[in-house]
C-alpha cells in the first residue's frame, strides 16, 4: 500500500476547513427528531439510488429498483446499532453480500483478470491479478487502520486504493461507496446520514472516473471527494434549515410519502397504477401502506371492487 500517495494541497486544506465548520453548525443543528428521521431515510434513499445510477443502472427516488433497495439495506446497516465499530474484511464482504443480494458463502474475491477501457478499446488501467487480491485485501485493511490523516482524507484514499484492487467481479464501486460512508460514520462525520454525498458524484460522473484514474496518486480523487460532501453538506443543511414548519405528512415513512404525493399529482389513481410506480414493493406491503394512509385521513377511497381509485385529501 506504501507505493499510494497523496500532497494535501491548498485546496484540500480549504476544503477540510470548511467541513469543520460545517460539523459545528450540525452538532448544534435542532430538528425535532421524527422530522430528523423522515429526513435521514429520505437521504439514504438518496444516497442508494445515486449510488446505483453511477454504476449505469436507471433507478430514480420515486421508483427505486432491485439495485437501490439491494443498497439501501447496507446504508441503513451502516447508520444502525448493529453496524461495527471499524473495517474489516468481514464487513467488506458483508457489504458486498447486501449489494449483490447472495448468501455470504457466494462472496469471494474475482477469479479473473480485470482492466478499465477507454472508448478506443484500449486498457487505460490493469487491476492486479486475481491471485494477488487475498494479500492486498488483507493489506488495505491493515493500512486503512493505522493511517494518520484527517477522517475524510482516509474515507476518500480508502474508495480509490478499493477501486484500484477491485476485489470482486462486481460491485466494486458500490462497495467502495459504502466503505467511504462507514468511515466518515464512524469517525464522526457522517453527518447523522443527511447528506447523500453520492449525489453529486452521479451528476459529475465523467469527472467522478476522471479522477479514479491515476494509478497510485490519490490527490485528484481526494480533492473531488471533500468537493462533493462539502458541497451536498451545504445543500442540505440550508434545506433542512428552512423547514421551519412542520406538515402533517412529515410523520410519514418514506414511501407512504412517496404514495401520497403520487396520489396528489395523479388524483383518481387505481391501485394498478401505484403498483407499477413502485414494483419493486410486495403488493401486500403496498395495499397495507394505502390502507394506513386510508386510516389517517390523507386520502379517500372512491368506488368499490375493481373500479375502486384514490383521491388525496386537503388537509
Known sequence: MNNYSWSLTPNITQLLIEIESIKLVFNNFSVKPHLELNFRRHSLLKSAVYSARVEGFTDTVDKPKKESQHLLSAYSFI??????????LSLVRRFHQLVMKVSPTSVGWRQEPWAV????????YLAPPAMEVPELMDEFIVYLNKLKQHPVVISA?????????????????RVG??????ILEKEGFGFRGLAPFEEYIEEHRPLYYLNLEPSTDCTAFIEFFLEAL?????????????????????????????????????PYCTFNFLE?????????????DVGQLLKAGFIRKLGKTRGVSYQAITI
Not at 451536498?232 to 412517496?258: F, V
Request: no cysteine.
Open 230 to 266: 462539502v458541497f451536498q453538506l451545504k445543500k442540505d443543511i440550508s434545506k433542512i434549515s428552512q423547514k421551519d414548519q412542520e406538515l402533517p405528512e412529515d410523520s410519514l415513512l418514506p414511501r407512504r410519502r412517496e404514495l401520497l404525493s403520487i396520489i396528489r399529482d395523479h
Open 276 to 288: 407499477r410506480r413502485f414494483s419493486a414493493v410486495n403488493p401486500k406491503t403496498l395495499h397495507y
Open 79 to 88: 447508520y444502525s446499532p448493529k453496524a461495527p465499530q471499524k473495517l474489516s
Open 177 to 182: 461507496r459504502l466503505i467511504s460512508s462507514f
Open 157 to 173: 484514499v480508502a474508495q480509490f486504493i478499493f477501486e484500484k484492487i477491485h476485489p470482486f467481479a462486481d460491485g466494486n464501486g
Open 117 to 124: 477501457f477507454n472508448q478506443a478499446g484500449i486498457a487505460v
